[in-house]
């Protein structure tokens, strides 16, 4: 079936560091692809997604590109802040299903 | 703006007790989900329905029911709470194949 594998944290970086967190995907037809965050005590908020191939999402600083042929859709941001400590979820939906997630990537900033 | 809640931030239940998890939407949407969410295992579907008294089994329905007799609620059922069923649960929401919009979880301990 389906699945999502994105890399074991923890991560720790450095304020003003550059994030990258890696998410590949398997799954049949052309799923769109998203990533969650969930800040500490507090449900999933969506952050960016991307329907089709090459498609970028982004927000908050944050992007990624739906990359079909590397099976990938790797989050990435410039410059992280403190406030930017969260776990991060890295999902895929076929039409009409529900998410499937990945484990869970811990990023902690500091100052 | 819209809206999922959870009854219960934080439950403590007993071994055996029969367990109510509440989840109410106010965005009128047909789908609701039920994940749990662990240490290292990311979120794992429970059940889901996606209408009215409809309800179709996630990846790990073992022990658990669903109840849906309004559109705007979706209640997840412990029939015999269990020490391995102590996790964090999060309801969900979506309107056909757009964006799913989380509740806040609820910490169960079973004890």
């Known amino acids: 079936g389906d699945s999502v594998t994105q890399m074991e944290g923890p991560v720790t970086l450095s304020e003003e560091a550059f994030l990258t967190i890696n998410c590949t995907y398997t799954?049949?037809?052309?799923?769109?692809l998203f990533w969650y965050v969930q800040y500490p005590g507090e449900g999933l908020q969506l952050l960016l997604k991307?329907?089709?191939?090459?498609d970028k999402g982004s927000n908050k600083g944050f992007e990624a590109t739906y990359r079909k042929e590397t099976t990938s859709f790797h989050l990435e941001k410039g410059s992280v802040q403190v406030s930017d400590s969260a776990v991060y979820f890295c999902?895929?939906?076929?039409?009409?299903?529900?998410?499937?997630f990945g484990k869970g990537t811990t990023l902690s900033v500091s100052s | 703006d819209v809206k999922v809640t959870q009854s219960s931030r934080y439950l403590v239940k007993r071994t055996g007790e029969k367990v109510f998890l509440e989840c109410v939407q106010d965005?009128?949407?047909?789908?609701m989900f039920w994940y749990r969410q662990d240490p290292g295992l990311g979120l794992r579907l429970i059940y889901f329905?996606?209408?009215?008294?409809?309800?179709e089994k996630g990846d790990i329905p073992e022990g658990y029911s669903v109840s849906r007799e309004k559109k705007e609620r979706f209640s997840l059922i412990l029939e015999s709470a269990s020490t391995n069923q102590t996790s964090m649960y999060l309801c969900?929401?979506?309107?056909?194949?757009?964006?799913?919009?989380f509740g806040q979880g609820t910490r169960l301990t079973v004890v």
């Open positions: 969900a929401s979506r309107e056909g194949n757009t964006e799913a919009f």
């Open positions: 799954a049949t037809g052309y799923p769109s």
């Open positions: 991307a329907t089709k191939a090459d």
């Open positions: 999902a895929l939906r076929q039409a009409g299903t529900a998410l499937i």
């Open positions: 965005m009128d949407h047909e789908n």
């Open positions: 329905s996606y209408d009215v008294k409809m309800k």
